[in-house]
């Protein structure tokens, strides 16, 4: 199992460009969730989705778009990048179905640029 | 208030000490809890889950303490290699998707020679 795999690794974007983040996993997890990390600031969810087919907001949507075809894949959508979007971008997947369960396995990460 | 508060350290220790860290969490009505270490520059990972009677895994031992809502993770016998930030970890059970996660800000330690 790969587990939960990210792409692109790095990306500099210039403000007012769009961009999808990927995001994959094996695990035949249902649930999936995107989080951003800022110094000081811990990890914030975005976005979230607990199937194919359906996803709900996090803290933190504004300005991110996502959707969930497939239960292997939850690609996060920046409309229109913007400075404050400079951040670490995880994705996490998890069975979700017991206590144990809500236990989340993330993924590499995406390091973003925005000038 | 910020849902889980940590202790952002950063905690600078021997090799072979004991270390501990606290974590607080204000939702009481929070059902499960974890520990995650993060390596700079990488992913968290899952350290281990936190149960009710507390749980030991080798050298680190977690407590829960749900009247005070406050977790804490014991690191026994410090190895260089323990050197990351400590992520506390809550399901805090508010609105929204029962299965999300709130992530406190971390504890740094690094263990020296």
């Known amino acids: 199992n790969a587990g939960v795999t990210q792409t692109p690794k790095f990306q500099v974007l210039k403000t007012g460009q769009s961009m999808t983040l990927q995001c994959a996993q094996d695990?035949?997890?249902?649930?999936m969730s995107w989080y951003r990390q800022d110094p000081g600031m811990g990890l914030r969810l975005i976005h979230y989705?607990?199937?194919?087919?359906?996803?709900d907001q996090g803290e933190v949507p504004n300005g991110y778009n996502v959707s969930r075809s497939t239960t292997e894949d939850f690609p996060l959508r920046l409309l229109s990048a913007a400075p404050s979007q400079t951040s670490v971008y995880f994705c996490?997947?998890?069975?979700?179905?017991?206590?144990?369960?809500?236990?989340?396995?993330f993924g590499p990460g995406t390091r973003l640029l925005v000038l | 208030r910020k849902e889980v508060e940590q202790d952002p350290g950063p905690f600078n220790v021997p090799e072979g000490a004991t270390v501990a860290f606290n974590c607080t969490y204000s939702n009481s009505a929070s059902q499960s809890f974890f520990w995650y270490r993060q390596d700079c520059r990488k992913e968290p990972k899952l350290l281990m889950s936190?149960?009710?009677s507390g749980n030991e895994d080798g050298r680190f031992t977690a407590q829960l303490n749900r009247a005070s809502q406050y977790i804490s993770l014991l690191i026994r016998d410090s190895k260089l290699s323990d050197s990351a930030t400590y992520l506390c970890?809550?399901?805090?059970?508010?609105?929204?998707?029962?299965?999300?996660?709130?992530f406190g800000s971390g504890t740094q330690l690094t263990v020296l020679p």
């Open positions: 970890v809550v399901n805090p059970r508010t609105s929204g998707s029962a299965r999300q996660l709130t």
């Open positions: 695990m035949n997890h249902e649930y």
């Open positions: 936190v149960y009710s």
């Open positions: 996490a997947s998890s069975t979700g179905t017991t206590s144990g369960g809500l236990a989340q396995y």
């Open positions: 989705s607990v199937g194919a087919g359906i996803t």
